[in-house]
């Protein structure tokens, strides 16, 4: 569990480090805002002592430890509680659950495992870049959410990159590997779809939300924010789509293929298996078989067998299957 | 039909069974809460004293009796009825339909079967653990529909865990009884899903009602039980996609290997019935057939048969059959 | 065309028969309700009279007599118009429209063909058994309503049990009448569809509804008669799908076969053509055929041949084939 | 372009016709109520003329004279706008747009093509039939209206029929065409969607609208309109669902017959295949072949080749292909 | 970056360029309205200065560059801001993003790359046609925004005509490419969709906006505009359905056809092969073959031949294979 301590004001910023809440009193920035960024949550003691310092309700500390929530948005008297979902850029495309509280002058932020999405917003504070320093605790919460969405962008241009790939193969590929590969891809849609979501009704209630803890000035960036989402969450499901499409190409052109298959197989089979049954005819043993003395007889037959074959190929071009 | 009478408040606690409702008049609990929890449903008479006692609607003691109901809040003025179902983690996804009244300082519970799945909250309340005992009935009652819903992902985790068997046995599964006992999956999924839907309803509409019998700290708790059920019933739909995609990928396996199978029958075919034809011209037995006796025809012609069936493989190489 | 008079009050209940309106102006029961149930509608000069008599607008009058019409519930001044579809369990699924009019003390009903579905209701009156003889006109449409949805749950639960005759058949039936039967119960479920979908919105447009002609007390019946056919909508629903899982079933079912027939073809031929090839080359008469000669060609072919022929096993085992 | 006027009041009516604008000013029927029916939109001028004298909206004049219009109602200060669309019962399910102006006392309906459909109503305002003449403007607006309406059930009821044929011929029927036809109809099935469903919105927004173009008592006969287009409406869902179904018993059908087909093949060729190859192992020339010479070996040879023959067909019968 | 300055009033209207905001002060058309087209995005620095002149938000300058943005509506204190998608006729259907932002009497436009679909409105200000002379910076933008959505219809009409293009191919097309360019198509499609689905939630806000910016009289136009792309809505979405019925024709015409090719080989096969057996047993040199040597056996054997022929072509009849 690490503890990390941003506090800023437009003059100044600082940043220190902590490892348990034994000095929390002291944290709080007089004269601007203080983010609160925990990163582990295998000490549920800690957290209680800093939610009964911040009076954060239970549910919410329940919340917080429990990393399955869903992405939700939860005002309380004292603080405005946010719960989404950062995406790791991963094979298995990894969530970590973000949850934030926001209050007047402090923004504390949960995660279980550290990473680095958020050093830029801390740089930004330190170098005093963008307005972050000039604005309230609302707006630090917004950078937040921000950095975590324009993740979700990459996820799902990489997703989009991908499916180019399955285009280009579809025609081709014959390897059961490929739908499975597919099916793959389209779980984790579904799975970045769970997280897209939830965050569109979060951001639209936080949009129509009239609290305390969000300023007026905070409205057009969140409505910006909403505008990504659902852009996210159109991409996601146009996705959806063309690998549908992905899928009947395969499947046409696996069709297509045994069509082929079959009719090289029926003109080949056409053509000689009647032709094989003259030529058995004349080979049998009886004794009394009088074509076979005649001495051009041979040579009639060859030609019979040619003109069936003959027969047989303007048969089979006739119905364009040569 | 068991009753358990358990009476409590933040002091004490108290529990005892009753098989009739002959001493109803005294099972009140004057200073605190009641549950009255009965388990067995097939005797009408004692239902509808008990009804009678708590001032209940013929429709409600119905609703109650009539186990194929579908979950819904009901609002009265003397009490608030909900009914769920509880789902057992067996073969058959056996539902179990609970009954909840709750009135200012009491709730009735009904259920047809025993069961243990509210042992936990007598013990809480028994051992005062938690915040059961300080919390009104309403809470009592939350308690007993979050048990419930707490099952109810016990059994999507198990259907979870299935999909994913069958995602395994997708690609190489050629047994009908596959798609059948997936078919049975979703069929069972579709089951939970009517029990899972009518409850978002349910809740939603216990959060937004304005009702005297429910007190304001227990709205967080409710949107808790929401997001939960809400989280239920999208995994659920996820599951019915991911399904549909195992079928996909079923299928397409089987159609890939019909492929495999109809390239080596073609191949085969293809190569040795023109050879066979061949042989079959030279078996014949006309009189005169001139090339029998040259001393090199039957090498010749064996020597044909070997640049035949060269061709046809290349042919295939070219297609890239084999 | 027949028409019944019911009068009833708490005290008392009478019926009795008439086969046009002529006394019509000596039906109304002074001091209770009366129910006047009409069976036929050939006769639309007749309804004329009625509707004037009981000052019914023109609209509701066609309405009445066009017996194709949906499902719906329209307030007038006067009086509250419902119509709704009795359904036959018969092999075609026939639909009788029955129209109730509700005004403050006089129920009317109409439908084209007698039937016995109302029977019950007005035993009950007559023996005065349940509450419809205390409660007012509003209750006795109310029941009659009942008495038809409870209908449609008799032939929805039919639908369930040939659904799952349909099941047990779908892997082994290879019959096209198999879907055909499919597809005509697919069909039956879409007209009870449309029979189910329309009285949602009309029953709850009846619970909204702030009519003089509904008392308060109705209220809660209306809302149980809304449940039952919102379970009726979802099970329609649910089979809907079960139906689309059975056709995939089949189609599957029917797709493995074809596969395992293949196999037991491409097997035999892939074995057999390449060795009756062999045999093919030493039966031709070639005068010049050294191996002919040989003493022991003839058992060294068949070694090969059978060495072929387990090589040829060999590779089906590997390819599981076999 | 021909001006059909027709003047009406509670006691005569008159008609005459006109070829343009120029005597617009004695139009106006100062008792009563006018219909002004303008056939041909090839002349913008003349239109424009008459706009002016009534005072229309240049964007109404354009939504008029262009015919591909979205079905819409609109409400303008001295004027109520409806546009929809009359069928015509033809090969290619042709379109015509009529477009309706209401004012106080005239109605002017605009269509480019000349048809009879609108005969019925002048016919029942000259002889006086039905309430036409002492309705106000509005109803005669009602009455164009209902007359479409009704042309689209005479529509709707010949594409159920023309279902009903594919649906019997859905089972044997062989040919590419079956399924083209079959899309032909989905397609003309979306293009009367596209003209019923906007008819939806337009007549719910009539209902709803507190025009003064519309008098109270026209209310029970919009919704009336309103419950037929929904019931159009659904019933070109349903037929959607129908043909769906078509297509799959007809996929299904011809995928049972490949499968029969197969069958055949495979019993034929798994029976003499092996035969064949027992026959070509004796008419080898080899030398030393001890078998030859033996007396009774020739009918040892039938009866193994008997024997194998009655053990496929047994194995056949055991997989019930035959 | 080209700036172009158009100033108009309902007396004149002259026209300017510029290269860069450096004479900006002068810009404004003391007694009309201005229109400042910009085309080309790169030089950010220039478009802050404009923006910084006219008083607009930080975010709307961040989506003014953005082009990837979706299509949408902000009011803002001193502007309306609204970013829509112009599509260009070509082969990979090109988006260019265009930027309206309306004051008072300016309306400010922006895009990347120049191209002459604005041309048309420049011309009807210089040469005073239509009524844009006369009305306000507010009808400008719908001028825009209407040449742009006119520019929508030309590609879904050439969709259109693709679409029949692919739906005569359907049935005979047997190449893996016609899947795919068909699945190009509906890409594009759905790329069209996502540009005109949320034009129908912009228009729908604007129309209801009660905005300083938009005077009353732009109404009816607006709502125009709205039903235009309703329109442009509906036909994207029933030519995807029509794309799915194509995908559907291919697909039933490949199976038949592969049908027709294995009753070919089928009935060929099962023809020759039985007699190619009997052809084979009388080709066997046991020496005891008492058949041999009957003088008639070989025509007896011929005559069972074309009976064994005869009965299987009865038979394929019977099954009306031929």
Same mark, same amino acid.
């Not at 902590?18 to 007089?30: C, M, R, V, Y």
């Not at 057009?220 to 499901?237: C, G, N, Q, S």
């Not at 992905?246 to 080949?268: D, G, P, Q, W, Y």
């Given at each position: 569990?690490?503890?990390? %301590?941003?506090?800023?004001?437009?003059?100044?910023?600082?940043?220190?480090?902590?490892?348990?809440?034994?000095?929390?009193?002291?944290?709080?920035?007089?004269?601007?805002?203080?983010?609160?960024?925990?990163?582990? %949550?295998?000490?549920?003691?800690?957290? &209680?002592?800093?939610?009964?310092?911040?009076?954060?309700?239970?549910?919410?500390?329940?919340?917080?430890?429990?990393?399955?929530?869903?992405?939700?948005?939860?005002?309380? &008297?004292?603080?405005?509680?946010?719960?989404?979902?950062?995406?790791? #850029?991963?094979?298995?495309?990894?969530?970590?659950?973000? *949850?934030?509280?926001?209050?007047?002058?402090?923004?504390?932020?949960?995660?279980?495992?550290?990473?680095?999405?958020?050093?830029?917003?801390?740089?930004?504070?330190?170098?005093?870049?963008?307005?972050?320093?000039?604005?309230?605790?609302?707006?630090?919460?917004?950078?937040?959410?921000?950095?975590?969405?324009?993740?979700?962008?990459?996820?799902?241009?990489? #997703?989009?990159?991908?499916?180019?790939?399955?285009?280009?193969?579809?025609?081709?590929? =014959?390897?059961?590997?490929?739908?499975?590969?597919?099916?793959? !891809?389209?779980?984790? %849609? !579904? =799975?970045?779809?769970?997280?897209?979501?939830?965050?569109?009704?979060?951001? *639209? %209630?936080?949009?129509?939300?009239?609290?305390?803890?969000?300023?007026?000035?905070?409205?057009?960036?969140?409505?910006?924010?909403?505008?990504?989402?659902?852009?996210?969450?159109?991409?996601?499901?146009?996705?959806?789509?063309?690998? /549908?499409?992905?899928?009947?190409?395969?499947?046409?052109?696996?069709?297509?293929?045994?069509?082929?298959?079959? =009719?090289?197989?029926?003109?080949?089979?056409?053509?000689?298996?009647?032709?094989?049954?003259? /030529?058995?005819?004349?080979?049998?043993?009886?004794?009394?078989?009088?074509?076979?003395?005649?001495?051009?007889?041979?040579?009639?037959?060859?030609?019979?067998? /040619?003109?069936? /074959?003959?027969?047989?190929?303007?048969?089979? =071009?006739?119905?364009?299957?040569?």
């Amino acid at each position: 569990m690490l503890i990390t %301590l941003t506090g800023y004001d437009p003059v100044g910023a600082w940043t220190k480090s902590a490892a348990d809440t034994k000095e929390i009193a002291s944290w709080k920035n007089p004269s601007g805002n203080t983010w609160i960024s925990v990163e582990g %949550l295998d000490n549920p003691d800690e957290i &209680n002592k800093l939610a009964e310092f911040f009076n954060i309700h239970p549910l919410t500390v329940e919340d917080i430890l429990d990393i399955t929530q869903r992405p939700k948005v939860e005002e309380f &008297n004292h603080y405005l509680f946010i719960t989404l979902k950062d995406v790791d #850029f991963s094979e298995e495309l990894g969530l970590e659950q973000i *949850s934030i509280i926001i209050t007047k002058d402090t923004v504390l932020s949960f995660q279980n495992k550290p990473n680095d999405h958020f050093d830029g917003i801390k740089k930004r504070i330190m170098n005093n870049a963008g307005r972050l320093r000039q604005a309230g605790a609302d707006f630090l919460a917004y950078a937040i959410m921000d950095s975590i969405i324009d993740e979700y962008f990459t996820i799902i241009d990489s #997703f989009g990159s991908q499916i180019e790939v399955f285009e280009d193969r579809a025609l081709d590929e =014959k390897d059961n590997s490929f739908i499975q590969d597919l099916q793959e !891809l389209k779980r984790k %849609l !579904l =799975k970045m779809r769970r997280v897209v979501w939830p965050m569109r009704e979060s951001l *639209s %209630l936080l949009i129509h939300l009239d609290s305390e803890h969000l300023s007026d000035k905070l409205n057009p960036f969140l409505k910006d924010l909403y505008d990504h989402i659902i852009r996210a969450a159109e991409t996601v499901e146009t996705y959806r789509e063309l690998i /549908a499409g992905i899928m009947e190409i395969n499947l046409s052109a696996a069709s297509n293929r045994l069509n082929k298959v079959m =009719k090289v197989l029926t003109i080949i089979s056409t053509i000689f298996i009647p032709l094989t049954f003259i /030529a058995g005819v004349y080979g049998m043993n009886f004794s009394n078989m009088p074509e076979l003395d005649q001495p051009l007889a041979y040579f009639i037959v060859l030609g019979v067998m /040619a003109i069936i /074959a003959l027969g047989m190929i303007l048969f089979f =071009k006739r119905r364009k299957w040569i």
